[in-house]
């Protein structure tokens, strides 16, 4: 008797999948958007933390060196736009539940959305990091031991290479997401038509 059913309505499975992968998307893009705003502008210290005094000039310096790297003045404001373009995926998740016909449409801009914000946020971050070059790679320097044989240029570089495979990942999911959104068989079962 299950299997009539599913037959009826091939979409229905593939539309609640993707609407619970919207919603846990959105979810934790509102929440990192949330953590962005209250650590921007925090001022990273080692003090009331109980640290031995051989290691206090190591803690100051890797203070000095998250605040070099967050600090970023584009921060605030990528982190309140995460928040609304991840908002705008939950919207379209409760959209497709609801198999309202504007759904596609609106998913179509949610993705377009959050698109430009991950490539607005790489390349904020890539900037800010260039611009402070001089400044980490003496940090990095600094902790030379604490670095291991990499140096502080292959540190520096293979956190530019794991920012960059983060956002490439996450625009991958966004654009199956704009595919996915457009297959046949979600948009009939949204329009509600019946498999010919």
């Known amino acids: 008797m299950r299997e009539p059913e599913a037959q009826e309505r091939p979409g229905a499975r593939a539309t609640f999948m993707l609407a619970l992968f919207l ?7 509102v929440s990192k958007g949330a953590t962005d705003l209250r650590v921007a ?9 109980q640290i031995s005094p051989e290691g206090a000039p190591a803690a100051e310096q890797l203070a000095e060196l998250q605040r070099t790297l967050y600090n970023d003045p584009n921060r605030r404001p ?3 736009a ?10 379209g998740s409760f959209l497709l539940t609801s198999r309202r016909p504007s759904a596609i449409w609106w998913l179509k801009q949610a993705v377009l959305a959050n698109v430009v914000w991950i ?5 904020s971050w890539l900037f800010h990091s260039y611009r402070n070059m001089p400044e980490l790679l003496a940090l990095l320097e600094s902790q030379r031991n ?3 044989p990499i140096g502080p240029e292959g540190y520096l570089t ?8 983060v956002s490439l990942v996450n625009l991958v999911a966004h654009v199956f997401v704009g595919w996915r959104v457009s297959r046949e068989d979600i948009q009939r079962f949204l329009s509600g038509g019946t498999p010919s």
């Open 23 to 29: 919603t846990l998307m959105g979810t934790c893009g």
């Open 41 to 49: 502008g925090v001022d990273f210290s080692s003090e009331g933390e």
């Open 78 to 80: 990528l982190a309140a």
């Open 82 to 91: 995460n928040i609304v373009v991840s908002l705008m995926l939950i919207i």
């Open 119 to 123: 490539v607005a946020k790489l390349a």
């Open 146 to 148: 604490a670095n291991g």
């Open 158 to 165: 293979w956190m530019v290479v794991g920012m960059v495979l």
